[in-house]
């Protein structure tokens, strides 16, 4: 089995080597790759040294960056972090674990259920972290506690299939969400949280990073759930054009008159717009349906053009892991 490390890096020459370091203790089978983007400070320089796979990508920002790491580097188990040291690379083989047993497509490495608070010095930074966990949960009826997290772990089928749109750190967003909408088996481990040093601050940009979350998830519910956002959209665009025609309605009983005709033609507007949006929403649901039974085709087609087998797949060692799996807090997405 192989396994890679895939270390996307902005100007960290002042951890990148620890960071390989760690890794190669902890993981010594494993290819290392540094992907730069457009550093300045020679980052690329100190990860090839300490012995990392250096490759580069122009376009600016982490999204663009795990792009082309996905498209280009080729293994069976894909384990990401950060370039800042703030994940120990000891959380590495305990998360590569449940990929190479086939129990998990993504494992998470969750920060919030363990250090990510005391050491985290930017409160803002917390409640973001806070809210896109509640949006996500709530919206994509799921149970994840580390939405944003940089460190995870990733199997082959996983990192082939997710198609990235977004350009920058919003895109372990739409990671979560990819593989929440496609019945990915997700887990998620607990892991330690290391805040940067001081003199090594974080390029995450509080305000401009945590709108653009907040669009990717709104958008993402467009895409994924278009029934749900149109559908809202149009009930909400009904519900006001009732509110203004029932005062309407009264003034015609009380006096027979209809005396605000650019209001009734304001609130017919409102429920065309309305009623088309609620069946756009039910026509796009129907395309998207068609699109993940698409999509399901081609995760079979993959077994079948790689010749892959299901190790282990005796009866009863199943029931065994099946057994494992329900006595710990194993999610197994819309199977549950």
Not at 19 to 39: C, G, M, Q, T
């Amino acid at each position: 089995m192989k396994t890679a490390v895939l270390i996307p890096c902005y100007n960290e020459a002042k951890s990148i080597r620890t960071v390989v370091e760690d890794f190669r203790k902890h993981l010594p089978d494993a290819d290392i790759y540094v992907y730069d983007n457009n550093s300045t400070d020679g980052t690329d320089d100190i990860a090839r040294s300490a012995g990392a796979i250096v490759r580069y990508e122009a376009r600016q920002g982490k999204g663009n960056v795990i792009r082309t790491m996905f498209r280009e580097v080729d293994a069976d188990c894909y384990i990401m972090a950060d370039g800042d040291n703030t994940y120990p690379a000891s959380f590495a083989p305990e998360l590569m674990k449940y990929v190479i047993q086939g129990r998990a497509d993504m494992v998470i490495g969750d920060r919030l259920s363990s250090s990510y608070f005391t050491e985290n010095k930017r409160p803002f930074h917390s409640f973001g972290n806070r809210l896109v966990r509640s949006l996500v949960n709530h919206i994509f009826h799921a149970r994840i506690n580390d939405i944003m997290t940089g460190a995870r772990a990733f199997s082959r089928d996983f990192v082939k299939s997710f198609a990235v749109s977004s350009k920058g750190f919003e895109i372990e967003t739409e990671m979560t969400i990819f593989a929440l909408e496609n019945n990915f088996k997700i887990m998620e481990i607990p892991i330690e949280y290391r805040d940067r040093d001081a003199d090594n601050p974080s390029k995450l940009s509080t305000y401009s990073d945590g709108y653009k979350v907040l669009k990717t998830i709104f958008r993402l519910l467009r895409d994924d759930k278009p029934a749900v956002f149109f559908g809202s959209i149009g009930a909400l665009t009904i519900i006001v054009g009732v509110l203004l025609f029932i005062p309407i309605v009264v003034e015609f009983m009380q006096t027979g008159k209809v005396p605000k005709y650019p209001t009734l033609i304001v609130i017919t507007g409102l429920w065309a717009i309305g009623t088309i949006s609620i069946f756009s929403g039910v026509i796009l649901s129907t395309i998207n349906t068609r699109a993940k039974q698409e999509f399901e085709r081609y995760m079979n087609l993959m077994y079948i053009c790689e010749g892959r087998e299901v190790s282990g797949s005796d009866t009863k060692s199943e029931k065994k892991r099946s057994e494992r799996e329900s006595d710990s807090g194993f999610w197994r997405g819309w199977n549950e």
